[in-house]
């Protein structure tokens, strides 16, 4: 007997259900904050260049078309973030004795120390 041809599926298969699209734009994120670490990497070489690299290289930081990524790039990180803090309750179940504890519980607790390194790492920039 021959074996069934597969299923065909159509390209734009994440299009019919919400789940599946935040599934494929929290994988083009990665690409966007890929970008952005190789941005970030090269400004941290032309600091170490002297002032004047830096300087004019900080000009071109201000077009208005790599605001817009970066733009981009806070979105992304900040899907990614939270797709990821939904996920740990699934991914790393923590027991307390014979109970699970509440998702929630979990999720804030991500969220808490996110803000809390957040607000340290603001406080040492303004410093």
């Given amino acids: 007997m ?3 041809y597969p299923r ?3 390209r734009a298969w ?4 919400w789940p599946y699209r935040v599934f494929v734009l929290r994988e ?3 690409v966007f904050l ?4 190789v941005l970030l990497l090269v400004l ?4 170490q260049d002297g002032a004047h ?13 790599l605001l817009a990524f970066n733009t981009i790039a806070l979105l992304f990180a900040l899907l990614h973030t939270v797709t990821w803090f939904q996920a740990v309750p699934k991914a790393m ?6 109970t699970k504890m509440p998702a929630p519980l979990l999720i804030g607790a991500n969220y808490v120390v996110l803000l809390v390194l957040s607000a340290v790492c603001l406080a040492v920039a303004l410093d």
């Fill in 34 to 37: 890929a970008a952005y670490t």
């Fill in 93 to 98: 179940p923590v027991r307390r004795g014979e």
């Fill in 53 to 65: 690299a830096y300087a004019s290289f900080a000009n071109t930081l201000d077009s208005p078309w």
């Fill in 28 to 30: 083009l994120s990665s």
């Fill in 14 to 17: 994440f299009i019919k259900r």
């Fill in 44 to 47: 941290v070489m032309k600091v």
């Fill in 8 to 10: 065909q599926h159509s």
């Fill in 2 to 4: 021959d074996a069934p």
